[in-house]
């Protein structure tokens, strides 16, 4: 028997969660191959270790991972969007951010981390907020011609 209350709820978007983080993860090292090439291309020697490609390997898997499940936040009906904008756009930042330190792709400086952080939360909430207006216009659009049509 399923329960209907919380427990179901939460384990389908648990499930939803790791189908599409699995679905979109093989993105992350894609694009750290194309990061590093192109940095070879433009003639920059970086001597890269296996374990520094490994470690980038496996850090961009889980920030893709994160990125792409993250996007069942948006669909918990019980959620407002402010909350569903807050755990999207956290968890997507402690990816980045831990995967970025860890791998030196960024200098553990405060002022470093502060403008990085300034960067990422207005392009997200930029790319956000175009999207969601986007959406409720057609939302609207599509109405209209319901409600015209009738």
Do not use: C
Not at 93 to 119: D, Q, R
């Amino acid at each position: 028997m399923l329960r209907k209350g919380w427990d179901y709820n939460m384990n389908k978007y648990v499930k939803e969660f790791l189908k599409k983080g699995l679905m979109f993860s093989g993105f992350g090292p894609i694009i750290a191959g194309i990061v590093y090439l192109f940095i070879e291309l433009s003639g920059i020697d970086l001597h890269l270790t296996a374990g520094t490609v490994f470690l980038a390997i496996i850090t961009t898997y889980i920030i893709a991972f994160v990125q792409a499940g993250s996007s069942v936040f948006n669909q918990i009906e019980t959620w407002s969007k402010a909350k569903s904008l807050f755990f999207q756009m956290t968890s997507i930042y402690i990816v980045y951010m831990g995967g970025y330190l860890i791998n030196n792709w960024i200098p553990f400086k405060i002022e470093v981390i502060i403008i990085f952080t300034s960067v990422y939360v207005t392009t997200y909430l930029a790319i956000w907020l175009t999207v969601y207006f986007i959406t409720k216009n057609m939302t609207k659009k599509l109405n209209d011609k319901l409600n015209s049509s009738e």
